[in-house]
């Protein structure tokens, strides 16, 4: 079982509509959580960044982050189709070095 | 901020051949980090350096990959010989100190095809 589970997609929604986007990890020592946003042949961007629970809100885009059960999400609301593009969750652990474990990536499409 | 440099975009070489790839991390930043991205596989970490020092090298996959960092401003990833499963983007990362803040920043990647 990988370390951090990601939904591969691909994922097709039409122009305004709310996406959520989710991963689930087992190493409970993961505090730092990440979502990546990666255009068709590019690198990947930092999109948001939190620790350990809660939520964090930045424009459009809500970072949830569930330790309890492990599980992470990113939402996007009002999508547009200049959201299109593979997500990817990312995760470390205090003393990891700052090594992050990724997912695979979602792959988004966001329909005008 | 110039953001991390790779270079080159793209490399096209024949099995055998050898591949340097190059990087440039952002100023400043004492953490940097090589990865190589497939469909099969995502992305997958092969080595980091912190401070120029390289501190893990587990995910080099092979003897035939080696990795430099002789100043905090450039970096070098080698295969050499090259091999077609090599075939991959190459992304260099890296990171800032001291804020607890564990995000990287991508470079844009090398897009090595090899023949």
């Known amino acids: 079982q990988k370390e951090v589970e990601q939904d591969p997609g691909p994922l097709s929604v039409p122009e305004g509509a709310i996406v959520s986007l989710n991963c689930t990890y087992s190493n409970s020592a993961f505090q730092y959580f990440m979502w990546y946003r990666q255009y068709s042949r590019k690198g990947p961007e930092l999109l948001m960044y939190?620790?350990?629970?809660g939520n964090k809100e930045d424009g459009r885009f809500t970072a949830q982050v569930d330790k309890s059960s492990k599980y992470i999400s990113l939402f996007i609301r009002d999508s547009q189709p200049s959201d299109s593009a593979t997500y990817l969750c990312?995760?470390?652990?205090?003393?990891?070095?700052?090594?992050?474990?990724f997912g695979s990536g979602t792959q988004l499409t966001v329909l005008p | 901020d110039a953001g991390v440099i790779q270079s080159p975009r793209h490399e096209v070489t024949e099995m055998g051949q050898e591949v340097t790839l190059r990087c440039k991390p952002i100023s400043g930043h004492d953490y940097l980090f090589w990865y190589r991205q497939t469909m099969m596989r995502g992305l997958e970490l092969l080595i980091y350096?912190?401070?120029?020092?390289?501190?893990?090298d587990s995910g080099m996959p092979e003897d035939r990959f080696s990795a430099k960092m002789p100043n905090a401003s450039f970096s070098t990833l080698k295969i050499q010989p090259s091999e077609p499963r090599d075939s991959a983007v190459y992304f260099c990362a890296s990171s800032s100190p001291g804020t607890g803040r564990f995000e990287q920043y991508f470079g844009p990647g090398t897009r090595l095809t090899v023949t």
């Open positions: 939190t620790y350990s629970s």
């Open positions: 990312a995760m470390s652990a205090e003393g990891s070095a700052r090594q992050l474990t």
């Open positions: 350096f912190n401070n120029n020092v390289p501190i893990d």
